[in-house]
């Protein structure tokens, strides 16, 4: 990437395998991350943390996922934890991707994970 003169590079942590279980984290996931991390870095390629793309963990969708309001600290513990852990190699971070497509994709017409699809036709 350094060769083809990338000076940003935006990329996704996978909740999932950072914590498998509710407040379970993952030594090994965060080494692996950081070593991504720390090769682009000294590579002079400045990373784009992003903490949510599309993805929950399945104990997550369980609970009801961001349907239920009291998940919510669910979602921080995880993001407390990612900018505990990984802060010192990122400057510039992605809270959720595209929270519209993951709304309306995911919640409103269903073709998305979690696949709740409350549109009523002719939605789309």
């Known amino acids: 990437?350094?060769?083809?003169?990338?000076?940003?590079?935006?990329?996704?942590?996978?909740?999932?395998?950072?914590e498998p279980q509710p407040g379970v984290f993952s030594d090994?996931?965060?080494?692996?991350?950081r070593d991504e991390l720390t090769a682009l870095r000294d590579k002079g390629i400045r990373p784009l943390l992003t903490l949510h793309h599309f993805n929950n963990p399945r104990w997550f969708e369980a609970l009801g996922a961001f349907e239920r309001a009291d998940n919510v600290a669910h979602f921080l513990r995880f993001v407390e934890r990612v900018v505990t852990e990984l802060g010192d190699l990122v400057e510039d971070w992605c809270t959720i991707n595209e929270p519209n497509v993951y709304a309306t994709f995911g919640y409103l017409l269903g073709r998305f994970p979690p696949g709740v699809g409350r549109c009523r036709e002719p939605c789309g």
């Open 28 to 33: 090994e996931a965060f080494s692996h991350y």
């Open 1 to 18: 990437m350094a060769s083809l003169g990338i000076q940003t590079y935006r990329f996704g942590v996978e909740w999932a395998r950072l």
